[in-house]
């Protein structure tokens, strides 16, 4: 049991990569899903994979006034210019999530322009990957991700438990609740440094030979490097003093460990080694199930002040 009414209609806003997949699992669950995207092969994909029901890209406000949950798939930008032009039309009882991978910014200006009645509850699904695209879309996997839930004082116990129950539908097994702002300082680091880091690394030579020779660090380093770059420029730039600042306590641990190598400090280096395997094996303390998620934050943020 799942604890949705599959004759509610779930309206998804916008099919990428993870609106497409929320499309499609729900569709395969048994729900009625319809669909709203710009494009019309990402339109028709959907159909023919049965991922929506019904979809449109142009003269959709029937589907907007019917849908009973609706999840925006949408860039932060694109997702409130969205509710700017089109928010009126969502009728009052409607519940509404999103997928954006920064809160701040979107979450109270969205709940601002709804209509009285509806109830939009934030939440992010860590589950992107390299590629995008509705054709991308089931390569993805929630079930080893994170599923993060951002309320506001405005939002109901109930609206919150809804946003639960949808992400143990889908597959989620970890769901987490956080602030906005505490969602997008987190995100800061364990995504967006790691992406910074990835791309650094890439741009940092253009030696193309490097592919010969190198090994499993190079490759697993590297791997999201392979980047969005409309969609991360954009997360990148609305979260941009959580990430300048991780970037610079990175730079600095960096640093420490460049005088180590001046100074020959092997014990230091040692040290900072033995630091680097207890976080982790709190990494995979976590990930195995054995400590919550919020908790490992705080544990990594703690080594900081070490």
């Known amino acids: 049991m799942d604890g949705m009414d599959k004759n509610k209609t779930f309206l998804i806003v916008g099919l990428g990569l993870l609106g497409g997949k929320y499309a499609q699992v729900l569709s395969q669950k048994g729900y009625r899903v319809t669909g709203i995207t710009h494009s019309q092969s990402t339109l028709d994909y959907a159909l023919e994979h049965a991922y929506i029901c019904e979809g449109r890209n142009e003269n959709f406000d029937d589907l907007v006034q019917n ?6 798939g949408l860039y932060p930008t694109v997702l409130l210019e969205w509710v700017k032009q089109y928010g009126h039309l969502v009728r009052p009882g409607t519940l509404i999530t999103d997928v954006s991978g920064v809160k701040r910014g979107v979450v109270e200006p969205v709940q601002q322009m709804l209509p009285e009645g ?27 991700a994170n599923f993060i839930i951002t309320p506001t004082e405005k939002n109901t116990p109930e609206a919150i438990e809804w946003c639960r129950t949808l992400a143990r ?3 989620f097994a970890r769901i987490s609740v956080l602030s906005p702002a505490e969602h997008d300082h987190m995100i800061g680091y364990v995504s967006q440094l790691c992406h910074a880091i990835a791309v650094s690394l890439m741009c940092a ?9 190198t090994g499993d660090s190079f490759r697993d ?34 640093a420490t460990m460049r005088q180590k190598l001046v100074d020959d400090d092997r014990e230091g280096l040692e040290k900072m080694f033995r630091l680097s395997t207890e976080r982790r094996k709190a990494f995979v303390m976590y990930c195995t199930g054995l400590s919550p998620f919020l908790p490992f934050v705080k544990h990594i943020k703690a080594f900081d002040k070490k």
């Open 205 to 213: 030579s253009d030696n193309t030979e490097l592919a010969k020779y």
């Open 221 to 254: 380093l590297t791997r999201i490097a392979h980047i969005n770059d409309k969609m991360w420029a954009e997360l990148f730039l609305w979260n941009k003093d959580n990430l300048i600042s991780e970037i610079d306590m990175f730079s600095d641990a960096l």
């Open 169 to 171: 539908t889908l597959g």
């Open 67 to 72: 849908a009973d949950y609706i999840i925006f």
């Open 118 to 144: 509806v109830e939009f509850i934030a939440s992010h699904p860590m589950a992107g990957r390299e590629t995008s695209g509705v054709a991308h879309s089931a390569e993805v996997n929630f079930a080893p």
